[in-house]
Structures are given as structure tokens and as C-alpha cells.
Nanobody, 123 residues
């Protein structure tokens, strides 16, 4: 079993930057791919970004490409989502997730989920 705990969400202004963290425990972190998803009120959970276990491969949704950066520090069992040029449309609960096997952008591809952290971007 893997436990994931997100942190770093808060209220920010449009154009600000924010970094989310996701700390894992319970399994060798480097063996897991990691992803970030978000869910706005009244909407389905959507894919944001993912990174391979070793950190060599990343993939982003078009809505955040060029503004968000996913990374990880396996020595600290922690993943990150650096968010720049934030927009009000980025307002959502952000979840980190981890996958044992082959991954895709679908929520069903991920085996473990955190509880989420709220990011609110005011205009």
C-alpha cells in the first residue's frame, strides 16, 4: 500500500506561481509513475501531468503545457508540481496519484491517490 499526501495549495492571484508537493510512503517511490490531476466544482477529475518513475519522461495536458512543470525527488519520496502564470480556470482541488504499471492520462490507470489540496486563483 502507498500513502500520498499533498500540500501547498492556497489562495493566490492570477499570474502568481505556486508549487504543490506530494509525499509518498509505503513503497519504493522510484518504482511508481506519478501524476497530478485536478477537479473543479461540478466537473470531472481531469489529467494535468505525469512523470515516469525515474523522472526521465514527462507529459502534460495542453491546458497547462508551458506553465506547469512536474518533477520528483526520489531520495525524498516526494513529487512536485510547479505552477506558473496561474489563471482563474486553474482553480480546483489538485490530487497526486501513483501507478505501479503502464500509465496513461486516465484516472483508472493510477492505483493510489492522495486526499487533494485546494488551489484557488482569484482574478
Amino acid at each position: 500500500q502507498v500513502q500520498l499526501v499533498e500540500s501547498g495549495g492556497k489562495l493566490v492571484q492570477a499570474g502568481d506561481s505556486l508549487t504543490l508537493s506530494c509525499t509518498a510512503s509505503g513503497r519504493t517511490f522510484s518504482s511508481l509513475a506519478m501524476g497530478w490531476f485536478r477537479q473543479a466544482p461540478g466537473k470531472e477529475r481531469e489529467f494535468v501531468a505525469l512523470i515516469s518513475g525515474a523522472g526521465g519522461s514527462t507529459y502534460y495536458d495542453n491546458s497547462v503545457k508551458g506553465r506547469f512543470t512536474i518533477s520528483r525527488d526520489n531520495a525524498k519520496d516526494t513529487g512536485y508540481l510547479q505552477m506558473d502564470s496561474l489563471k482563474p480556470d486553474d482553480t480546483a482541488v489538485y490530487y497526486c496519484a501513483a501507478a505501479r504499471g503502464l500509465v496513461s492520462t486516465a484516472t483508472g490507470a493510477f492505483d493510489y491517490w492522495g486526499q487533494g489540496t485546494q488551489v484557488t486563483v482569484s482574478s
